[in-house]
């Protein structure tokens, strides 16, 4: 009876003991698990690379994942949203401006605040990779450009028609895992990116991440080599099939995320098993450097922002002050401006044709006239030329 | 140009100031539609292009992407337009602003630019991100120069064409991606005051929607001594009464929009509906406010809403109209066109312009402009204008032939239209082939042409103002009114849908495969024939033989054969 009192008392105070001592390694976790992501912004590129009315579903697709990265917080500026044709306001669309995903109309993906960057015959293998390289010209603006660096985490979706290593664009050109691959280590070399996230949804999609080769990439693909990835369902009243097997349950997973969800990779890699899905999602981490069940969803679907609070105050400067414009002293003669007439006949009538600007002439005359001149000069010689002129 | 000067005290000007307006027009139309025309406009007294200035470095109501885009290219003026659907002057009349099916942009620079080619293909790339809009395809290939259309319609002292770009691309879609960036353009966004109207999934439902951003230069008072900056947006949509209104010539705000209003927008000077009354219908709820206004040589009543007064609003603070009518008389328009491509086959055909006079016994002169991609080859020497089915010699051409991929042919006619008449407009052109290269990933739908333009001072049946007030409503101060009898009106034709001759594109492939069949089983053969010797070659016999023959050996009979 003692001993088992004095048993007590012994682990009472072992406890008090151990709280404080456990409450400082809980503290350091959290502020290793706060730094442990090492990226400070997020970008999405999501590309549909459909044309015609009956791919409505990889449109769908796209718009569906985009809706997911922007309620998880990321802004349209760095989302950079490719879709290769217009269903929403297509002719044949029975409801416009709409893109849904569920049937019977349940939920609208296009929404009232849609940003489309790259669009109809804009969505080509070139721009596609010039995009991801960051090979653009010049004149070439902000919203269309991915200006990552190398703390950034992008998530890159590709949807459509593919085949065993390749993509198709449009129903005119492919992209192939190769050049894919090579657009990747591009971006590593350039340091465009922190980590990525590559997700596939296409017939036999695992082919194309099989040749990846650059560090800190993860692949997602819909199907294995071999296997086709299935649409999910149809809709009567707009008469095709809105989406895919594997994005319709991604979507239903993402559904449930919040920006402070705690959901990790390996419950990404288990969306839409084979009951589910008919074919076998594959996954491909070895190339990741991170546990997968270390890395956060929001970590490449979100853009939590890491804030940290000052108690220290910062003075702003004062506004500037445009200066007060004065129009010299004394009187002045200001001209009083007209509007231009719309349809002068009269000046039209006897309007003179404008110069052209003298260009010097292009290579065929002056080809043509050096050959008459030889012929001229052989048969007349210049020693005769005296006589004649 | 002509100028008056006038001598004033100078004085120092306070900061620039500046104040946003806007108002929706609703016009019920005869054939059962109705049309709402809403308009935004922020006037700004400031400007970008004046040198030796500070830059322009503080936006209120002004759009700072607009802004400076303005100062970066020198632009004058700019005119831009979105439009899904084709305008049907027959049976809705003359649009308030008019633009072509798909996406026009024009623009007239600064006289100081000294690059105006350069100049455009930038603005072209920038207007592309701030709209998302595939403008970008705007290049060499499509933009004219017109020599004598598209005069500036705000201040201008130097009309030298050489500044003036036109480009139409019929081939762009209009949907939501281009409303959202459009809204965010407006100072209250689609928050408060007339935006919240524009629901995309309403707008987009219907047979005509147009929406366009227009800059220009324009007095900022009576003397006109100063230039303002003027921003018009402008969004045009025609509600079809069968798709959206169930074949009921009964209307209200709440079954056009799924919207009512609720207040007006805080930073606008005034908020205003206009409802067009000329033919009765019945209203609810109804005002003593009315006005008068010529517009379109035609003189019209409205029944006027002041949203910047509470007492619009009622006790339940929110506005609705409600709208029934009966009659159903139009005015006819005086002036309308048509278009198509006659001829069969794939290799040429002709392009009929029609334009139409119902004027009953004045007569006027039409500007008509055709821009042609180099694709189809005009033949100018066919080129007939016919009125009364006797010939109508114009007093005025210009034509400027295409080069192939670099340029697009660029037609334009003065024409007289005689009174109440048809005048017809032909050109015959053959297609070309194009590179397989060049063709779009679905050739087969076809290449777009884009609307010929005609421009017209039409006579006017009631005497127009030509005072120029600030308090004029919106949608009559567009064009600036230099004459009582006649209006300026421009009128777009329907885009034409050419088949060009496509190839097909798996022959590559295919004659790859045949050509390497017939070299493999050509040259195969040959080289066989050739270098092919036979041997006689003893197989080795089957076991069983094999072993009875060792057999035979060791008993030394003779081997089988």
Known sequence: ?389 | MHCKSLWIKASAKSPAKDQFQEELVIRPLHSGDIYASFQFRTLWDTDFLQEGQKKVSHYRLFPKSLGQVLSKFSVQELHISFTQGFWRTMQWGQPFIPSPPGAELWVWFHHTVSDVDGNWKELTNVLSGIFCASLNFIDMTNTVQPSASFKPLGLGNATDHRFLRYATLPREIVCTENLTPWKKLLPCGSKAGLAVLMKSEKLFHSSFHSQAVHIRPICQDEQCTSKAWELRQTLNVVFDHYTSGQGKKEWSLFKMFSRTLTEACPLASSSKVYVDITDNPELSPATPLLSQAVVLGDRRTYSVYDLTRAETFGQLRSFNLLLRWKGDNMLRPLLHAERYVAGFGLQTGEIHTVIYNNHPYRAFPVLLMDSVPWYLQLYIHTLTVTSKSRDNKPSYIHYQPAKDRHRPHLLEMLIQLPPHSMTEVTVQFERALLKWTEYTPDPNHGFYVGSSVISALVPSMVAMSTNFTQDQPLFSSFVPVKEESSYFVRVYTEPLLVNLPTPDFSMPYNVICLTCTVVAVGYGSFYNLLTRTFQVDEPSPPLAKRLANFIRRIRGVPLLA
């Open chain 1, 1 to 389: 009876m003692d001993y088992y009192n004095l048993m007590r008392i012994f682990a009472f105070i072992h406890l008090l003991v151990s709280i404080p001592h456990g409450y400082s390694n809980y503290v350091e976790t959290k502020a290793g698990q706060f730094f442990s992501s090492g990226h400070t912004n997020n970008w999405a590129v999501l590309v549909c690379t459909s044309r015609f009315w009956f791919n409505y579903r990889h449109v769908a697709n796209t718009l569906s994942v985009y809706r997911s990265v922007k309620r998880l917080g990321i802004p349209d500026s760095h989302i950079v949203l490719m879709l290769a044709d217009d269903m929403a306001c297509n002719y044949r669309n029975p409801k416009p401006a709409t893109v849904f995903s569920h049937k019977n109309m349940e939920l609208n993906v296009y929404g009232d605040d849609v940003e489309v960057d790259y669009r109809g015959y804009e969505v080509t293998v070139e721009n596609f990779l010039r995009v991801l390289t960051g090979r653009l010209p010049p004149s070439t603006p902000r919203s269309k450009r991915l200006l990552s660096d190398d703390r950034s985490n992008i998530l890159i979706y590709l949807t459509g028609h593919g085949g065993n290593g390749f993509l198709k664009f449009q129903d005119s050109e492919e992209i192939s895992n190769m050049e894919l691959a090579d657009a990747f280590e591009q971006m590593w070399q350039k340091r465009r990116y922190n980590e990525l996230l590559f997700i596939i949804d296409t017939c036999q999609g695992a082919s194309m991440y099989e040749r990846f080769y650059s560090p800190n990439l993860m692949a997602l693909a819909s199907s294995q080599v071999g296997e086709d990835s299935l649409s999910h369902q149809p809709d009567l009243a707009i008469g095709v099939h809105l989406m895919d097997k594997y994005t319709f349950y991604l979507l239903e997973f993402l559904e449930e995320v919040h920006p402070a969800s705690q959901a990790n990779m390996n419950d990404l890699f288990k969306v839409c098993p084979q009951s589910q899905c008919v074919s076998t999602p594959g996954h491909r981490t070895d190339l990741f450097q991170r546990d997968p069940g270390s890395v956060l969803i929001t970590d490449f679907f979100g853009s939590v922002r890491k804030v940290e609070i000052t108690k220290d105050t910062i003075n702003l400067t004062s506004p500037v002050e445009p200066p007060i414009q004065r129009s010299g002293s004394g009187d002045i003669q200001i001209e009083s401006l007209t509007y231009v007439d719309q349809l002068p006949v009269a000046e039209i009538i006897h309007q003179k044709p404008k110069q052209k600007d003298w260009h010097p002439p292009d290579g065929f005359i002056l080809g043509l006239w050096t050959l008459i001149l030889l012929v001229f000069f052989q048969t007349y010689g210049i020693k005769h030329l005296k006589h004649i002129f």
